[in-house]
């Protein structure tokens, strides 16, 4: 049996990983420098090639938001917990049903680089208070989430070469961090576009791939595989219905749920998310951008259900929880099962892609909050040169970047999907009242917007830190101490309705609108029909000298 001291993958496997790493690192790398903005133009580095097809485009959505948990945690989820892992899987699906129906096309119509500009439209008066709140959350989000996947990084490492010591996981996060930074602050929204292009076209390949092999282990037969994964659960029929995670009390349901909510309304406000949806010139593409991403996501958590379900049949759910009893292994050990060292690494290749791709939007998300929001609109009062403001965005992502390395050395040993799904939380519970408020309600103010965003991101930040996920459990951050009065180790049960309720309570009390009558007027036209659109691409089209 493979232990984790020993690693689970052999040393040819991390020899072909290493090889197409670096291959695709160093052609991707070439092509985000190519294809970098030539000159000052902020709207190239914020939105890149504007002129993509929808397909372009749905695939850099797609990979986008598809992280290393997809590859990894999620397969490794259904693996161990059979039914209850495929159900999470759905909530994905439902995320992208949200963003399609709700927010992609009137906030793509309204918007211009960053959210801030769609608040700032709707709320002119507090627009700098405004600008500033929604930064805040902005950087808590993107932070969280880039340490995420630089934990994740060192913890995919641990597959190959078992517990690395501190000088090599510090290798390691400086690495791929300085990677990432290269990507934003020299590359912008184009080299961020060609990366997350590439990683889910081989993504969507790599999970396709594997997934028909495993199928065709088991003559196409759905009901074969779904028998011998029951069967090498060990857990019989169990194991395919539900309650084996989150069903075994009252309390594990209610943080299913909470996870589930988090998952479904977080995706439409994630900082990176949106400043995709801002990237189509018109609105028709877009719409054909987000029903690509919608299909290809699908595709690939199906197929990621497959790749679990095929891991318990043929690697064997106790084997897989004693590698990793999260279960992030499960994956390898299914490739390295069925396909051996080629296989192996072409997955492992993958993981760090992705985790280097979401890391990229996310960063490339923050600096562009810092840049445009807080130095463009709020310190310089929308009086900074494109050159300023483009020099400003490449500073903050190396800011960012170096942020998110330390704190990932400090966070080393942390539940990185703990991270994730904080994130998510935090999008749903400041960033969503706020974006859903401002575009559907007349009487919404800077008020409510202020409340909603802030008492947003506190609440969810203290339910965590007073949840199992920081104390109380062996797997806590703290586990000797207890202040987990909190049951949940998601908050979005709570922090998303306190994130709703705040924002509404923050407008009734101030007494409601405080612009002008016909601000929500006009924006509720250029939101519903794309006014103004126009008028801004002229702007675009002019000289660098004549805006300045």
């Known amino acids: 049996m493979v232990t984790l001291s020993e690693g689970v993958v052999g040393g040819t496997s991390l020899k072909l990983t290493f090889v197409l790493f670096v291959s695709v690192v160093v052609v991707s790398m070439f092509s985000a420098l190519i294809t970098a903005p030539q000159g000052d133009e902020i709207s190239d580095f914020y939105l890149g090639n504007r002129t993509m097809s929808p397909l372009r485009n749905g695939l850099a959505m797609c990979g986008d938001y598809l992280s290393a948990v997809t ?36 906030l793509r119509n309204s918007g211009k680089f960053t959210l801030g500009d769609t608040l700032a439209l709707r709320l002119p008066r507090s627009q700098r208070s405004v600008r500033i709140a929604l930064a805040a959350c902005t950087l808590t989000i993107c932070v969280l989430y880039i340490v995420a996947q630089l934990v994740g990084s060192i913890a995919l490492l641990t597959q190959f070469i078992g517990e690395p010591s501190a000088t090599t996981r510090t290798m390691c996060v400086a690495l791929i961090g300085t990677l990432i930074v290269l990507y934003v602050a020299l590359g912008g929204m184009p080299g961020a576009t060609f990366l997350q292009i590439v990683k889910a076209v081989m993504l969507i390949a790599g999970v396709a791939v594997t997934a028909v ?19 090498g659960s060990g857990m019989g029929q169990r194991y395919l219905e539900p309650g084996l995670r989150y069903g075994g009390s009252t309390t594990s349901k209610l943080d299913f749920f909470s996870l589930q ?50 891991a318990t049949a043929i690697v064997g759910r106790d084997s897989i929880a004693e590698v990793d009893a999260k279960g992030d292994a499960a994956v390898l050990l299914l490739a390295n099962s069925i396909g051996g060292a080629v296989l192996t690494a072409l997955i492992s290749c993958l993981a760090f892609i992705t985790l280097m791709a979401v890391a990229a939007g996310l960063m490339l998300a923050a600096a562009s909050s810092l840049a445009h929001d807080l130095y463009g609109q709020v310190i310089r009062k929308g009086k900074a040169s494109q050159t300023e403001e483009l020099t400003a965005a490449r500073l903050s992502a190396v800011v960012i970047g170096i942020l998110g390395m330390l704190l990932a050395l400090l966070a080393w040993g942390t539940n990185t999907a703990s991270l994730g799904f904080l994130a998510f939380a935090i999008a749903a519970s400041a960033i969503l009242p706020t ?9 919404f103010n800077a008020r409510g917007a202020l409340l909603s965003l802030y008492g947003g991101l506190t609440t969810s930040v203290l339910l ?49 609108e405080e612009d002008a009558p016909d601000v929500y007027e006009k924006f509720e036209v250029r939101s519903l029909l794309g006014t103004g659109e126009q008028e801004e691409e002229q702007q675009e089209e002019e000289p660098v000298g004549a805006r300045q």
């Open 464 to 512: 965590v830190i007073c949840s199992p996920v920081v104390s109380s459990t062996p797997t806590s951050f703290y586990p000797d101490a207890d202040f987990a009065f909190f049951p949940l180790q998601n908050p979005g049960l709570i922090s998303v309705p306190a994130g709703f309720l705040l924002g509404w309570l923050g407008t009734v009390m101030s007494g409601g």
């Open 71 to 106: 590859l990894l945690g999620s397969t490794g989820l259904v693996a161990l917990t059979g039914y209850d892992g495929l159900l999470y899987l759905v909530g994905t699906v439902v995320a992208w049903m949200m963003v399609m129906l709700l927010i992609a096309e009137p």
């Open 435 to 443: 974006m859903v408020y401002s575009l559907f309600w007349r009487r």
């Open 213 to 231: 092999i495993v199928l065709h282990r088991f003559s196409w037969n759905i009901d074969g595989l779904l028998g011998a994964a029951a069967d």
């Open 261 to 310: 909510i988090a998952i479904a309304l977080g995706l439409a406000a994630l900082p990176h998310m949106t400043m995709r949806l801002l990237a189509p010139r018109a609105t028709r593409v877009l719409r054909r951008s987000v029903l690509w991403a919608t299909g290809l996501v699908g595709f690939v958590c199906l197929a990621a259900g497959v790749l679990g379900l095929g």
